[in-house]
């Protein structure tokens, strides 16, 4: 079955940089779009950004010129490289595909920034 596990968050000061990883598994993962979303405290998940089979990336205006996602299909693995991290990025970031038609959500990983 499809599974996406998410690590990599963490505290980090504002100013900061964090990574994070999607591992996928149960799919092609070749065969499909990767998205992020994150989800702040009591607030809708808002998409962050994606990357298409051919490695053509998206960004959301909020995170454009600070976030960068990539993908690794030998590895089956997605990343989202984050830097000059404020405040207002807090949240639970989500990697998502679409194999099917269907949604695919990883458990999250926690980002926090914060002094």
């Known amino acids: 079955q499809v599974q996406l596990v998410e690590s990599g968050g963490g505290l980090v000061q504002p100013g900061g940089s964090l990574g994070l990883s999607c591992v996928a598994s149960?799919?092609?993962?070749?065969?499909?779009?990767l998205r992020w979303y994150r989800q702040a405290p009591g607030k809708e998940r808002e998409w962050v950004a994606g990357?298409?089979?051919?490695?053509?990336?998206f960004y959301a205006d909020s995170v454009k010129g600070r976030f960068t996602i990539s993908r690794d299909n030998g590895k089956n693995m997605g990343f989202l490289q984050m830097k000059s991290l404020k405040p207002e990025d807090t949240g639970v970031y989500y990697c998502?595909?679409?194999?099917?038609?269907?949604?695919?959500w990883g458990q999250g990983t926690q980002v926090t920034v914060s002094s």
């Open positions: 998502n595909v679409s194999p099917g038609g269907r949604d695919y």
């Open positions: 149960g799919f092609t993962f070749d065969n499909f779009s």
């Open positions: 990357i298409g089979i051919s490695g053509n990336t």
